[in-house]
């Protein structure tokens, strides 16, 4: 037989030049458009405050990424914003908006009770959606969650009552969206494996700023503690009604109150007041053995510099970017994107995040560590 190759062997190698390359292949080879994210944030109305600390994290966060060019095959991150002014009428318009415009994820909005329109839209159009705000952790396939789960919250806020010396009975202030049956369960739930009672639960509405009618009717049950659920601004309210009332108990609020507005409204309030959180409210004083310490140091020094000190707000958006840079990362197709995030190990400047099939909303319990208000700052008990 001759060296000479046969015309079969040309065919089946001109076939396989022709034909397609594997996926990751493809992905490596061919130039990647701008992974576009969509935003719907509240930036004006009862939740700015929420909202435009959160804009400030995953800008902060997409322009360090963007300004490092990359990683691999990818390009820059391209953000759209869009404003819901704090309603839940105004965010399917958006989203179906920024889904014409073809954006790749979403990122929304600034209060739980506002999850379910966004989670729709992205389960209708298969977009994965990230929440950065605690509410219940995520199940429909699309939805993921990179503030702590409202359980993770709840539960850290009544161990912090228990570890408040003598208190076996604790009073809930909490806003009315955040106060339904559901969550009474939970709260109720979440004291009893405490070893601890609820005394009464108290509602105000969503956008009221005097709280103090919510906060004598309450008293009146005789709490030993108080335990605020509600977003800033209004979990400062809360506090300042509440000392204002006449209470000298312990007060226990949510990883949100950890915002630059909570000390300017509470006033004297604030003093001594408790919060589990991430340490992003306090880095200097977190110690060696927190998994994230470096991202965490290094993502408050630099978010400093432009912003002021870091929040839990700005740290959860800044985290959604992260988690969906890296499910992107290569690519832009959305299922891989869920596939990758439904196995997503990452550092965040939150904490650590390893999500699972079942749990959408994977970050590490040890993220919330309870912080104390001293003379206008948070710092460990």
């Known amino acids: 037989m001759s060296g000479a190759l046969s015309r079969r062997a040309i065919l089946i190698a001109g076939l396989g030049l022709l034909s397609p390359l594997p996926r990751a292949a493809r992905a490596i080879a061919m130039p990647l458009p701008p992974l576009r994210i969509g935003v719907i944030a ?24 963007n300004a490092l060019g990359g990683h691999g095959a990818a390009h820059q991150l391209e953000l759209l914003v869009r404003d ?26 600034s209060a739980p009770w506002l999850g379910r329109a966004i989670t729709e839209a992205g389960q209708t159009s298969c977009t994965p959606t990230l929440l950065p705000t605690s509410g219940p952790a995520p199940t429909q396939p699309y939805a ?57 639960v108290e509602q105000f509405p969503a956008d009221a700023t005097d709280l103090a009618a919510a906060v004598t009717a309450l008293l009146a049950k005789t709490p ?29 609020v949510p ?12 006033g004297d309030g604030a003093e001594g007041v408790t919060a589990p959180a991430p340490w992003l409210a306090a880095p200097a004083a977190a110690p060696d053995t ?44 959305r299922k891989m994107a869920r596939m990758q995030l439904e196995e997503m190990c990452c550092v965040g400047v939150t904490g650590v995040y390893n999500m699972m099939a079942d749990d959408h909303a994977g970050l590490d319990d040890g993220a919330l560590s309870p912080l104390v208000a001293k003379s206008g700052a948070w710092t460990t008990l």
């Open 144 to 200: 993921f969650q990179s503030a702590p789960s409202a359980e993770q919250v709840t539960k850290a806020m009544m161990r912090a009552a228990k570890a408040a010396t003598g208190v076996t009975k604790v009073g809930v202030l909490a806003t009315a969206p955040l106060a339904g049956p559901d969550q009474q369960t939970a709260l109720t739930e979440a004291a009893s494996a405490a070893g601890l009672s609820v005394a009464g």
């Open 42 to 65: 509240d930036l004006t109305g009862p939740l700015a405050a929420v909202g435009k600390r959160q804009l400030m994290g995953i800008q902060y966060r997409a322009d360090a990424i």
């Open 84 to 109: 819901t002014a704090s309603t839940d009428a105004a965010i399917p318009p958006a989203a179906s908006g920024l889904l014409e415009e073809g954006v790749h994820a979403l990122i929304g909005p």
């Open 290 to 333: 927190v998994p994230n310490l470096a991202t965490l140091r290094r993502f408050t020094e630099g978010f400093a510099a432009e912003h002021g000190p870091a929040d839990a707000a700005a740290g959860y958006a800044a985290d959604a970017i992260s988690l969906l840079y890296l499910a992107y990362l290569g690519h832009r197709d």
């Open 255 to 266: 990883p949100d109150a950890v915002h630059p507005d909570f000390f300017p409204v509470a």
């Open 224 to 252: 030993e503690a108080l335990v605020i659920s509600a977003v800033p601004p209004q979990v400062a309210y809360a506090v300042r009604d509440a000392r204002a009332g006449g209470f000298t108990g312990p007060i226990i």
